[in-house]
């Protein structure tokens, strides 16, 4: 995963927040049975909910042929003052 953060948005628009996204650039999570991983925030969890499901059934292939990989996503969270996106792809045991 990786992250970015746009300053000057959260400057104008948003409330100052403590700990909005605790997210650090390369963490790694695994869903099990397309669960929600231990220590993934809600929010993006929410984002990526349906791609993870679906490649735990054996789907893939979003947006027709949209990645090199069939079995793979790349997915973005929706905070829009500090996105952070992930790559999904499905692993073996």
Same mark, same amino acid.
């Given at each position: 995963m990786c992250r970015t953060?746009?300053? &000057?948005l959260s400057r104008i628009y948003e409330n100052p927040i &403590? !700990? =909005?996204? @605790?997210m650090v650039d390369g963490m790694t999570f695994v869903s099990a049975d397309a669960?929600?991983?231990?220590?993934?925030? @809600?929010?993006a969890w929410g984002s990526m909910r349906e791609f993870v499901e679906t490649l735990? =059934?054996?789907g893939g292939d979003f947006?027709?042929?949209w990645m090199k990989?069939? !079995?793979s996503v790349m997915i973005s969270c929706n905070d829009g003052f500090r996105?952070?996106?992930f790559?999904? &792809?499905t692993i073996e045991d």
């Open positions: 953060q746009y300053p &000057e &403590e !700990h =909005a996204c @605790d669960q929600k991983p231990e220590g993934l925030c @809600d929010s735990a =059934a054996g947006f027709d042929g990989n069939p !079995h996105p952070v996106s790559f999904i &792809e």
